[in-house]
């Protein structure tokens, strides 16, 4: 397992928008597996929805890219990069992430050429799936 302070020493995000707590499997530049655990403290609840929190999509998608990005910039090739998102495609979102939930975020690289990749990336909640689909990206060095 992967600690939170070891995800910040591979990829930038860091409070509020570090959207992973731990990641669980690793295979470098294949792919990983990471956990956010949602907390009714998290920021953006206090607006998405008064009275009825839920995890906006946006930033489900982003916990996924997180987890892609520690996948592919833990490899020594790639230290020092960031991720940037490029595109969402076939993006489906299943169920609602709610404060209480754990969600396991799962990413496979399918592609990587001269700094663009895909990922095909998913959400699941106690194994019910909350979103999926497929990530682009472009890896840029950091300050560009």
Not at 103 to 124: C, D, I, S, W
Request: proline share 5%; hydrophobic share 45%.
């Amino acid at each position: 397992m992967i600690s939170i302070e070891e995800i910040q020493k591979v990829i930038p995000h860091r409070y509020p928008f570090l959207l992973v707590d731990r990641i669980l499997e690793l295979e470098p530049g294949v792919r990983a597996v990471g956990l956010k655990n949602v907390s009714r403290n998290e920021w953006y609840f206090d607006g998405h929805f008064p009275g009825y929190p839920v995890m906006p999509g946006a930033l489900i998608a982003e916990s996924l890219a997180q987890v892609g990005a520690y996948a592919i910039l833990c490899t020594e090739e790639n230290k020092g990069k960031i991720g940037m998102f490029t595109g969402m495609n076939n993006f489906k979102f299943r169920r609602q992430v709610v404060p209480g939930d754990t969600l396991t975020l799962e990413a496979e690289l399918t592609a990587f050429r001269r700094g663009m990749g895909k990922a095909n990336v998913k959400a699941t909640v106690d194994g019910q799936l909350a979103a999926s689909g497929e990530i682009s990206f472009a890896l840029v060095d950091a300050g560009k």
